[in-house]
């Protein structure tokens, strides 16, 4: 996990936890002040940890190793009848994606070169993306009954700020910071359901992570499989 703060920035991580605490602040008052029959909302933070996979990868590239996935935010909840257990929900949050993958990937002259991974000693793909998620939400809940049943749905859109490539080769490190090739805007489904805090999710990428690239003449369709475990904060 220690690859999470490759990109060192202490006053981002201060900001972060700044806003981490107002929002907790706001959404337990919120509750608080409520009592049964009243409407109510569930904002909530959110945080999730999912094992990755790229998925429709080229034949001539094996399945990726192990790979994960986290993501956080705070989505704004929107109830859409009065007994307030059907709502939609609007988002917004941070995504960081690590994975072990066998595509050996080049910026050479402002060009991304696409390759086997060949006798490379480690391969890594990092991303940093701004996520917004929208849910459809069916929940067992009301104004003052925190544990409760849940299915929420929707589509997540992200836009990637940073990406890198890191591979070594014969003993030497490679690095290549924001190819020309990705995808920097995606979106894809995702589908959360359980109980209380703790919840499954799945998220699939409906989109390819590069742009109309090809390898050994096939295209390179590569999107991204994640399922895990989400948390809703109230």
């Known amino acids: 996990m220690l690859s999470l703060f490759d990109d ?8 972060y936890f700044i806003l981490f605490l107002s929002l907790t602040s706001l959404s337990y008052a919120q509750k608080d002040s409520l009592k049964l029959g009243d409407n109510y909302a569930d904002d909530q933070l959110y945080a999730s940890i999912s094992y990755a ?8 590239i094996n399945k990726s190793s192990f790979s994960y996935a986290i993501s956080a935010g705070f989505l704004k909840d929107f109830i859409l009848n009065k007994q307030g257990n059907i709502s939609v929900a609007l988002g917004i949050g941070y995504g960081y994606d690590n ?28 991303a940093h993306n701004l996520e917004v998620p929208f849910e459809i939400r069916w929940r067992t809940s009301n104004a003052v009954k925190y ?17 890198t490539f890191r591979f070594e080769e014969n003993g030497t490190q490679f690095s290549y910071k924001n190819v020309s090739a990705y995808n920097n805007f995606q979106y894809g489904i ?10 499954l999710h799945v998220f699939y990428n409906l989109t390819p992570i590069f742009k109309d690239v090809k390898i050994n003449s096939e295209n390179i369709d590569t999107s991204i499989l994640k399922f895990g475990f989400i948390f809703y904060l109230l």
Not at 99 to 126: A, D, G, M, R
């Open 8 to 15: 060192k920035n202490p006053m981002k991580k201060v900001l």
């Open 147 to 163: 544990d409760f049943w849940r299915i929420y749905t929707g589509v997540k859109f992200l836009y990637n700020f940073s990406n």
């Open 53 to 60: 996979q790229f998925f429709n990868q080229p034949t001539v």
């Open 190 to 199: 995702t589908f959360s359901a359980g109980y209380d805090v703790i919840n």
């Open 99 to 126: 994975f072990n993958h066998n595509l050996k990937v080049q910026e050479i002259n402002n060009l991304t070169v696409f390759s086997e991974s060949v006798n490379l000693n480690s391969n890594i793909f990092t």
